[in-house]
């Protein structure tokens, strides 16, 4: 079992039994107590230790390695002593590998509290700035060493492919491990540690207060990353884009996992822009059987990446996703083929004939204005011409929306002259966190006034826009409506379930 370890750093013994006491409650099954700035009173270690009310590790890390003691090392092994001298004992001393290695005092000093019966020693290594160099002679190191009982290694991630050597490690050792990425790219590491048998992953008990870069909290990885359901068979997937901070994806298709009880998770996935990164990180992603990663959403800026990484790749793409050149779908199929499509579309088509409460065959004629010609705008102007609309592309950058007009039997015009029954924004302005923007800062100025404007941002549900064009006496629709949509096509292929739209809407409500 991969333990919660809630990541405290003390202060005071009052506020770290405090904070330990709350870790417990939240539902963690360790505390790591983080002595680095707590080593003056002794007999405040014993006490702290003795009265914890889950299990703990204490660690005493130096500046070295990120931590916050810079004192000698008498000063330290005092600490770690006092950790253990009292009727309860740490379940684990956690010191790093240099400092084990460079004096022999050190060593013997440490070998009072641990490796014991009831405290084992955790040998670590820690290197913020990247992946080190020597990391495999490091952990070679850790695991040769008869009184290292775990070895813990962490480095901070420059890309989600980090994940997976943290991956390959844990699977190689033939002792307990922990395996962590630091930093945004690291999360996979820290939320699949469960699927990879390591012993234990870090959570912090409150944002902010966590001991490094990355690391969840305790709630975020019990209730949205589904982690009492992980186990080595749950089958991953995740949003694909940059930036993800405004993405609600993982909320989605998480309850929807809880929901029918579909053993899988969904994780943030951010990679760079350009396209090198895309393929390299999705195609090491796929190539590493283990993770069972079956699948993703696509979104800026990379739609038009995964068709292009899907025709690289021999996938198969749907015809329809072919025409409108962007794709926001990727699954894996249980023969491990692929397969590329385009949720968006129908998902638009729905938002807007359902909340005008007419058919798709009642769209015919109607003018409508498309603001953006990037990935979501192609597949909005695809499946309104399609159905027989007047559409008319506004672009910052105009050769786009002729290019995009061109294609799909469309009109282009500049920005400042949008006229339309409909207006859809398909552009990213007014997106969170940038909430105060809006693509038509003269909305109220348009002759005519449109009678409807959909927004399909829906992070925030209500932007400036649609604010702006409910005040105008405009009937508006939120991208919300089109995101659970396009997320329920989604669910519904890689799981081969029916979309929980219930739970949908409630992952979706503002908390
Ligand atoms: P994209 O491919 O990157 O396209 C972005 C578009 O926005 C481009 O046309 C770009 O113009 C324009 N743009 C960006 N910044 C601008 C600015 N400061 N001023 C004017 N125009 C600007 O992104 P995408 O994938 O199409 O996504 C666009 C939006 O659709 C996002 O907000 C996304 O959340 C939303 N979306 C929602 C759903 C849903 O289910 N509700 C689904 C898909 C997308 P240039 O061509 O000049 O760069």
Known sequence: MTAIT?????????????????????????????IDSFTDDLPAITRLVERSPLPCVVTCRHVSEGGEFDGDE?????????????????????????????????????????????????????????????????????????????????????????????????????????????????????????????????????PHTGT????????QLKKLYRWDAINSDTQVFGVVGDPLAHSLSPALHNAGFDATGYNGVYLPLRIPPEYEHFKATVGAWLDFPPLHFRGASVTIPHKENLLRFAHERGAEIDALTEKIGAANTLAVRDVGSLYVTNTDYAAALDAVCDSLGITRAQLRGKRIAVLGAGGAARAIVAAFTHHGCAVTIHNRTPAKAQALADQFAAQAAPLEKVRGEVVINCTSVGMHPNVDETPLPDLARLDPLPGVVFDTIYNPAETR?????????????????????QGAAQFELWTRLPAPLAAFRRALEPK
Request: charged share 25%; hydrophobic share 50%; aromatic share 6%.
């Open 6 to 34: 809630a990541a405290i750093t003390v202060r005071s013994v009052e506020q770290a039994l405090a904070d330990a006491a709350r870790a417990a409650e939240f539902g963690a099954d360790l505390v790591e107590l983080r």
């Open 74 to 206: 008498q000063t330290r092994i005092a600490a770690l002593e006092h950790a253990g001298v009292g009727a309860r004992k740490p379940a684990y001393v956690d010191l790093e590998l240099a400092a084990y290695q460079t004096s022999a005092n050190l060593r013997q000093k440490v070998h009072l509290v641990a490796p014991r019966n009831d405290t084992g020693l955790i040998l670590s290594t820690h290197d913020f700035r990247g992946r080190p160099a020597d990391l495999l002679q490091k952990v070679e190191a850790m695991a040769a060493e008869p009184n290292c009982r775990v070895i813990k290694a962490a480095w901070f991630a420059r890309s989600l492919r980090d994940n997976l050597e943290a991956f390959e490690l844990l699977r190689a050792s033939y002792k307990p491990s922990i395996m962590l990425c630091m930093g945004e790219f690291g999360l996979p590491s820290r939320v699949l540690a469960k699927k990879f048998s390591a012993l234990l992953t870090y959570a912090a008990v409150d």
């Open 212 to 219: 490094a870069p990355g690391q969840p909290t305790i709630a």
């Open 465 to 485: 826009l649609l604010r702006d064009a409910k005040a105008a006496g405009a009937h508006t629709i939120s991208g919300m409506d089109m995101f659970y949509r």
